[in-house]
T-cell receptor, first 110, second 111 residues
Framework: KNEVEQSPQNLTAQEGEFITINCSYSVGISALHWLQQHPGGGIVSLFMLSSGKKKHGRLIATINIQEKHSSLHITASHPRDSAVYICAVRRPSTGNQFYFGTGTSLTVIP | DAGVIQSPRHEVTEMGQEVTLRCKPISGHNSLFWYRQTMMRGLELLIYFNNNVPIDDSGMPEDRFSAKMPNASFSTLKIQPSEPRDSAVYFC?????????FGPGTRLTVL
């Protein structure tokens, strides 16, 4: 069983819709990261969370440490948000070792 | 800063050949990571360095893979001999604190 599970695997939305991507993990963590990978392949780090909530533009990331769950929200989605979103957790006992989810492929239709 | 630089961007080679992937981290960053991404397994951490020292290489699949970081501005990932199952995109990333900055990746195809 993968330590990090994401849902949904694939998501299609109409432009302007509110989008939620979920990440659940089964191990103790020191931090959780959300990454964005565009169709061209480049990977960008969106957020690093250890508690609470962070907001950057139309993106909001939340984490509930007790429930071992994080969500990534996109408000007023746009076609340029189309990408794969990857959740990754860092475990305190293993330094910077990352464990990755399999990603959520988002397509936003104009 | 130019960001993390990887070369080559694409590599096609034949089974049994040696492959060397190169990475130049962002200047001033003290951690460097090598990842592999495949359709089947997604992103996997292969090895990471802190201050040029390998900290965790438990993700390196087998002895055919080796990585070096001779100085703070350069790292290599070598596969010898290469096999078709090594075909993947290999990413290098660097960081100073917690946020990692990824290079554009090297797409390796082993025929």
């Amino acid at each position: 069983k993968n330590e990090v599970e994401q849902s949904p695997q694939n998501l299609t939305a109409q432009e302007g819709e509110f989008i939620t991507i979920n990440c659940s993990y089964s191990v103790g963590i020191s931090a959780l990261h959300w990454l964005q990978q565009h169709p061209g392949g480049g990977i960008v780090s969106l957020f690093m969370l250890s508690s609470g909530k962070k907001k950057h533009g139309r993106l909001i990331a939340t984490i509930n440490i007790q429930e071992k769950h994080s969500s990534l929200h996109i408000t007023a989605s746009h076609p340029r948000d189309s990408a794969v979103y990857i959740c990754a957790v860092r475990r305190p006992s293993t330094g910077n070792q990352f464990y990755f989810g399999t990603g959520t492929s988002l397509t936003v239709i104009p | 800063d130019a960001g993390v630089i990887q070369s080559p961007r694409h590599e096609v080679t034949e089974m049994g050949q040696e492959v060397t992937l190169r990475c130049k981290p962002i200047s001033g960053h003290n951690s460097l990571f090598w990842y592999r991404q495949t359709m089947m397994r997604g992103l996997e951490l292969l090895i990471y360095f802190n201050n040029n020292v390998p900290i965790d290489d438990s993700g390196m699949p087998e002895d055919r893979f080796s990585a070096k970081m001779p100085n703070a501005s350069f790292s290599t990932l070598k596969i010898q001999p290469s096999e078709p199952r090594d075909s993947a995109v290999y990413f290098c990333a660097s960081s100073l604190h917690s946020e990692q900055f990824f290079g554009p990746g090297t797409r390796l195809t082993v025929l």
